[in-house]
């Protein structure tokens, strides 16, 4: 009874560790625009980092090579989030516009989607013009 129980419970533990989300535990709503751009610059590197440890012998099929895929995948899940945010603005200062236009010219351009690019251009065409207005 003791050991069925102890694996009930290990099991529980291990679910819930899986199912940590790095991405509830910030306030996105709340972050300025440059706090999300360092928010995903900084999951971009950090993620990139733990995906190449994950590859390396020391850590392939172990639970180090688990830990940093599990990181990896999390810091992937952050800088999605903050990219989300990001797309849910609508700045109002020319600086949040930069800003926001910065964190989804890779992301729009990558996914290949002709209309979403074509939004993205007026929205960057529009940016050039607020510009040209403010000088």
């Known amino acids: ?50 995906y190449a440890v994950c590859w390396q012998s020391r850590a392939r099929g172990n639970v180090a090579g688990e830990l940093m895929q599990w990181l990896g995948d999390a810091l992937t899940d952050v800088e999605t989030a903050a990219n989300d945010e990001a797309r849910r603005r609508c700045p109002t200062t020319a600086c949040d516009r930069e800003t926001r236009l910065e964190m ?3 992301p729009v351009i990558q996914n290949g989607d002709p209309d979403e690019t074509a939004a993205f251009a007026r929205e960057l065409l529009a940016h050039a013009e607020a510009e040209r207005a403010g000088r």
């Open 1 to 50: 009874m003791a050991d069925a129980l102890r694996a009930v419970l290990a099991t529980r533990e291990e679910r819930s560790r899986r199912e940590t989300s790095l991405v509830s535990m910030l306030d996105l709503a709340s972050a300025t625009m440059d706090d999300l751009q360092a928010l995903h610059n900084l999951a971009d590197l950090v993620g990139g980092v733990a």
């Open 104 to 106: 989804l010219a890779r």
